[in-house]
């Protein structure tokens, strides 16, 4: 399974960035999907999942009204456009294929995207 996340940057306070997780080795269409972020030194962090085909989505609380995460199962590719950022949003994030939902991964995880939201 390989997973590449990327679309990450520099960014100030209350801007946007919009993330993208190509996945390959896996039925992309077959798992509930989701974004997790980690700042070094620090336990990982849930942020927002998606179920199969889009029906259903789950978020952080501090993510909420702020990130919206999709995708599209025929380019087996995972979104996270990430709005009004703030500087504690900043990590590297990473997608996984969730073992259960709504925030439980599978322990494959990619190089993952670092994202900096100055103040």
């Known amino acids: 399974v390989q997973l590449q996340a990327s679309g990450g940057g520099l960014v100030q306070a209350g801007g946007s960035l919009r993330l993208s997780c190509a996945a390959s080795g896996l039925t992309f269409s077959s798992y509930a999907m989701g974004w997790f972020r980690q700042v070094p030194g620090k336990e990982r962090e849930f942020v927002a999942s998606?179920?199969?085909?889009?029906?259903?989505?789950y978020y952080a609380d501090s993510v909420k009204g702020r990130f919206t995460i999709s995708r599209d199962n025929a380019k087996n590719t995972l979104y996270l456009q990430m709005n009004s950022l703030k500087p504690e949003d900043t990590a590297v994030y990473r997608c996984a294929p969730l073992r259960s939902w709504p925030k439980n991964p599978l322990d494959y995880w990619g190089q993952g995207t670092l994202v900096t939201v100055s103040s």
């Open positions: 998606i179920f199969l085909n889009s029906g259903s989505t």
